[in-house]
């Protein structure tokens, strides 16, 4: 019995070390330095150092100066990383009628004068609840809206959206898209250098 105990623990000891101490370290050492952004959650700040969120997860804009971004079916709150999830309800669930309603008419609301189709990534939550990505459709769609709350050129508004549009990934999956998040601090900060 001691035959096959002794190398049993010994060989849980190795293993205990080499997966639960030395690989964790090494990868964290790697990721640190050669990918810190990344590793450190995509952290964003605003021109005054603070922390205002990650680059990966969507944001609540609700203020009619920003461009909205894709609706969030996570709970207790929009947006909670905790509880990632789409809402489960199927096309035929009247709470799915009622809440893309709600969102056609809130965005209505705050743009009254927009006739342009309202593109399906404002009014339907992803997949996650967390996509903090909105569609090419629907940046244009609020450029109108953001011109005319920050007395700005459409033209300059375009050129802002172009800026931070990223490309399909490895040029090959999905499509182009422009991180909510990113851009509405692009608007702030282009508002503080107009000043």
Known sequence: ???YLKPALILLLLLTLVTGVIYPALVTVFAQ????????GSLLKNPQGQLIGSELIGQSFSDPHYFWGRPSATGPYPYNAAASSGSNLGPT???LS????????????????????IPVDLITASGSGLDPHISLAAAEYQINRVAKMRKLDEEILRELVDAYTEDRQWFVFGEPRINV??????LDQQAVNSK
């Open 1 to 3: 019995m001691t035959t």
């Open 181 to 186: 998040l990113k851009l509405n601090i692009a």
């Open 93 to 95: 669930n009247p709470a």
């Open 98 to 117: 009622a809440a893309i309603s709600a969102r056609i008419q809130a965005l209505k609301t705050v743009d009254p004068d927009n006739k342009l189709p």
């Open 33 to 40: 330095t050669l990918f810190n952004f990344q590793a450190n």
